[in-house]
């Protein structure tokens, strides 16, 4: 058994602009893990709210959790030990999905097959970050044009306020009349709820199809006044980080974002599915700034989940990765053993 880790940067065509700042390039680390002759790949992208800020940091923890001794134990039986230890979910998520990708090429599955999943068929949404409606003008036809995308969702939760938000859609609006996307709007908690109810009622009237994190975390009690009467269908992201956090607001929400950074993995993701339909809730899954290895690994998982937003590796300018491309606006892992990414061997050799 053998673990080797690598540090690469993540150039982005297009910084992603949200209601709490501007993400730029990143620098990720990739986890390979090899025994009895398989590799399995794992990716972490450090993010501070997720408790790790940088790539050194999320070797460094990986590497001390190694070291307690990892044979002979189940990957359920390990994820639960990281979060006894508090490993980072964005670092551990490295080590999980490596883990799976390893058992499902032993076993000489596809991963989706693995876990009891169907082909992934729903199609993915692409995002457009907070923008001028100048900047919207021009970037919809860059993320459109000559493509097989969709869906559209949309940053809102400007700085600047609703009317820059409302400025913003009307672009969005105006710039995707010729193609045929659907629109979703995620407010990353953005609005307060007396903005989250008057903005809801505005956007449905605009036909979106539902709206994402309206409230900041921690402000979850906000979401029973939303809830009764909503005009549009509520999902939380920040709010919803485990499957234990689930039952305190299922009453009040339509669904819930799962993201593997932001829970630790497929083992946990699994749980947060299984949470969610056992409390009748809708699923999505997300990303953060991640290549085709953590999105190839996401997307093992959505033949059971109801919303797709699996498009990070769409933004890089080059993706390192390769695993995870777009079929008729569907994000398709490879049909081969494993989640079907590998880390490109320039970024490794």
Known sequence: ???????????????????????????????RYEKDGYVGWGEGAPGETEGASTADEIRTVLKQFIATGIEGFSIQELYDRASEMRISPCAYAALDTAFWDWKAKKANL??????????????????????????????????????TVQSLKIKLGSPQGIEADKAMFEQVVESTKTYDVKLRVDANGGWDVSQAQHMMKWLAERKVDYIEQPLKEGEEDGLKTL?????????????????????????????????????????????????????????????????????AAAASLTGGIDHIDLDSHYNLAPDPAVGAPMVEGVTLPLDIPGHGAILKQEYYA
């Open 227 to 295: 809830y009764n009467g909503r005009a549009l269908p509520i999902y939380v992201d920040e709010s919803c980080r485990f499957s234990h956090n689930i039952p305190a607001f299922a009453p009040y929400v339509d669904g819930v974002n799962m993201k593997l950074m932001k829970c630790g993995g497929i083992t946990e993701a699994l749980r947060i599915i299984g949470t969610a339909k056992a409390h009748g809730l809708k699923t999505m899954i997300g990303c953060m700034s991640e290549s085709s290895i953590a999105i």
């Open 110 to 147: 596809p991963l989706r097959q693995l876990l009891g999943f169907s082909r992934p068929h729903t199609p993915t949404s692409v995002t457009i970050g907070i923008n001028s409606p100048e900047v919207v003008k021009n970037r919809v036809p860059l993320l459109l044009e000559g493509t």
């Open 1 to 31: 058994m053998s673990f080797s880790f690598h540090k690469v940067t993540l150039k982005k065509r297009f910084p992603l602009a949200i209601s709490r700042g501007i993400r730029f390039d990143s620098e990720n680390l990739f986890v």
